[in-house]
């Protein structure tokens, strides 16, 4: 019996535009409803250069120069979107079931992306999905609590930094 249940995702991408934007960077974690990680994968993907210079421009990547420039660094390493789908995909039959949540921080954004780039992969995933977001809205408005993460725009470490998160709302539940 395979025992994950939530598929952490994480993207990295040229900007938020899924109709002009590529993913750059993934990143999962596989975990079961009590949040223990299972497995791990992250992968690069190859993207047009120009296109990463065109569309990695303005505010967000000004105050973000390290990322933008590993970014960048570690495209040469990429493989073809279609090739990380079916790594993805692979990782979903080694480790989970018939039912696949999609989980992570703003994760309809990632969704939108997935669904334009990776469509084998999004066929997989239920549609009901595990936003942190919803939590921190919640905490911060309602609770007068509020959570801080590092922010340092690398798939994995916002990965690790979601499922921390969500950790630490569900410790006001017990």
Known sequence: ??????????????GLEPEKDKILEVAAIATDMKLNEIARMT???KVDEKLMQTRMQGEFWDKNQKTRDALFAQNTKGQPIKAVEGELLDFLDQYFGKEVYLAGNSIHQDRKFIEREMPLLNQRLHYRMLDVSAWKIYFENAL???????????????????????????TFLK
């Open 1 to 14: 019996m395979k025992k994950a249940k939530l598929f952490w995702i994480d993207l990295e991408m040229t």
């Open 43 to 45: 992968a690069v993907v």
């Open 144 to 170: 007068n609590k509020k959570f801080t993460k590092p922010e340092t725009h690398r798939a994995l470490d916002d990965i690790e930094g979601s499922i921390g998160e969500l950790k630490w709302y569900l």
